[in-house]
């Protein structure tokens, strides 16, 4: 491909020669232009096995906001490269595909968001980290599904709050805290597709196993849980845990280092409820392979640019997560 048509396509896709160890040159470049590589738990596993740090949305913005590299190659979806790049307006930020969206980012536009924020005037601003750029400048303070529960705690009882986009993970706070937040109407598409009844089934075939969720399930699938928690947390649990088998109700890229960090244990994926997949996957994350990542590297580019005006606003509720998820030990 030329280059426009590289742009038209939003990511490079020149072929690469036969026989080219990809993950050894994808290292090799890395080094050589001091680059890091970060990867979200839901990218392929072999993606996630070149990352110099694998992590999920908290734990990559930290990550981003300390690292002495000059280039960022973000293994995940947009609104993460426009983390990266809030944070590290200095750096090149690069993220393999432009076509890795994210259906709750893009279910809470920012002009619309503002529209609603402008009809509730009083109200503190909490925004899921899965938003864009602009939606983070309408925001008094980003959450992940990490401390989310501790930072809506941080305010008053009392404090009246719009929580956005993600409805189902609103929700479950609501009910952890006693809040009564307004509630944007938005979710991610692999989170809501959980069925409770596959679930179910297969906890029949696997009566001991324990069941994990992440709060962005509907609240039906949360109340079968054995543990909720991010991304993170359930890696974690799984790790401590004392059972052996596991049914795993998030994306499926997790089950990678899950295995990877429990090899003698069983994990399973919950199915979603519109098919005969055995899994449920983001269609956005699986954009980003491993023969992008190289030629992502060799050309730097797809590059992530943010309007500085944007970014000027978005920073502030990003800093304030950090702040506050300091403070807290998260």
Request: contains cysteine; charged residues 25%; glycine residues 4%.
């Amino acid at each position: 491909m030329v280059k426009n048509e590289w742009i038209k396509a939003g990511y490079v896709s020149e072929s690469i020669a036969e026989g080219t160890d990809l993950k050894k040159e994808i290292r090799r470049m890395a080094e050589a232009k001091n680059a890091v590589i970060m990867a979200h738990y839901y990218t392929e596993g072999e993606v996630q096995e070149v990352a110099d740090f694998i992590g999920d949305s908290l734990a990559l913005a930290q990550q981003a906001a300390r690292t002495q590299a000059d280039i960022i190659v973000m293994c995940g979806v947009h609104f993460m490269g426009e983390t990266n790049k809030i944070l590290c307006p200095e750096k090149k930020i690069l993220v393999p595909d432009l076509n890795a969206s994210c259906s709750l980012a893009e279910s809470c536009p920012a002009d619309e968001f503002r529209k609603f924020v402008d009809a509730h005037p009083g109200h503190t601003v909490i925004s899921y980290v899965n938003t864009t750029a602009a939606t983070k400048a309408v925001t008094d303070v980003v959450v992940t599904s990490s401390n989310a529960r501790e930072i809506v705690e941080s305010f008053p009882q009392d404090e009246p709050i719009i929580f956005g986009p993600d409805r189902n993970l609103g929700s479950y706070i609501n009910s952890l805290t006693g809040r009564n937040m307004l509630l944007w109407d938005g979710a991610c598409h692999v989170h809501e597709r959980f069925s409770v009844e596959k679930i179910l089934s297969i906890k029949a075939q696997y009566p001991d196993a324990k069941i994990l969720v992440h709060p962005e399930c509907k609240g039906a699938v949360v109340k079968l849980a054995d543990k909720v928690g991010s991304t993170a947390a359930l890696l974690k649990y799984a790790v401590s845990d004392a059972s052996e088998t596991f049914i795993v109700a998030t994306e499926s890229g997790i089950l990678h280092e899950m295995q990877k960090a429990c090899p003698q244990k069983t994990f399973i994926p919950a199915p979603p409820d519109d098919s005969t997949c055995a899994c449920n996957e983001c269609n956005y994350m699986k954009l980003i392979t491993l023969s992008k990542l190289y030629n992502c590297l060799k050309y730097e580019w797809p590059e992530i640019e943010v309007d500085p005006e944007i970014a000027k606003r978005a920073v502030r509720p990003i800093n304030k997560m950090l702040e506050i998820s300091a403070k807290l030990g998260k």
